[in-house]
């Protein structure tokens, strides 16, 4: 069941280690277009490509971005590991995702653009809305997760040497071996 982010001063509901963000804003008149072309091009953007794991903030689950009421208006949801306050920090500490952050949202009302950082507190925090509920299907920090594929594909090469037989065959193995038959 999802929970208040214990310690946090910003809304946002929490499962496990995983807390969740979400901003719905409107887009500035006549820019839909615009925007959903920023959209496209941020998609072929190093860090942010589909399968492309090497992003600025290293805490971050996913994110979306969702243009919905006839590109008028832009929800940018997210999920990461820990509180909201310690997400805000790598954010805002971080100059390629402040840079993505503004390529999309200058299309945006209210937006007044970089480098004023606390004129860009504001609006996310004027945008944000908390999660009537959160959910995830699978546990584990963004860090536990890469490791735990690490860890797998070192397995897979186990398996594949062919010497493996023999090891394999040692009772200590066998709860390996159960979960690599799934």
Same mark, same amino acid.
């Given at each position: ?5 214990? !310690? &946090?001063? /910003?809304? %946002? $509901? ?17 820019? %839909?277009? &615009? ?6 091009? @941020?998609?072929? *953007?190093?860090? #942010? ?9 290293? +805490? ?17 949801? +997210?999920?990461?590991? !820990?509180?909201?306050?310690? #997400? ?9 995702? =402040? *840079? =993505? ?6 299309? +945006?009302? %209210? #937006? ?7 004129? @860009?507190?504001?609006?996310? $925090? ?11 299907? #699978?546990?584990? *920090?963004?860090? /536990? ?35 690599? %038959?799934?």
């Amino acid at each position: 069941m999802a929970a208040s982010v214990a !310690g &946090s001063s /910003e809304p %946002g $509901l929490s499962v496990g280690p995983t807390s969740e963000f979400s901003l719905f804003v409107h887009v500035k008149p006549g820019q %839909g277009p &615009s925007l959903r072309s920023a959209l496209v091009d @941020l998609q072929d *953007t190093p860090g #942010y490509r589909p399968g492309d794991y090497d992003m600025a903030v290293q +805490t971050i689950h996913e994110a979306r971005f969702v243009l919905f009421d006839d590109d008028t208006r832009l929800a940018f949801i +997210t999920s990461f590991d !820990g509180p909201w306050d310690a #997400y805000m920090e790598d954010f805002f500490s971080s100059g390629p995702t =402040l *840079t =993505l952050f503004d390529v999309i949202f200058r299309y +945006t009302e %209210g #937006y007044d653009g970089l480098p004023d950082v606390g004129a @860009l507190k504001a609006f996310i $925090l004027d945008a944000e809305q908390m999660a009537a509920a959160y959910a995830r299907n #699978y546990g584990g *920090t963004v860090i /536990e997760i890469r490791k735990a594929q690490r860890v797998n594909a070192a397995f897979q090469q186990v398996l594949d040497h062919p010497n493996a037989a023999e090891l394999l065959k040692h009772p200590a193995m066998q709860a390996l071996l159960d979960e690599a %038959g799934d």
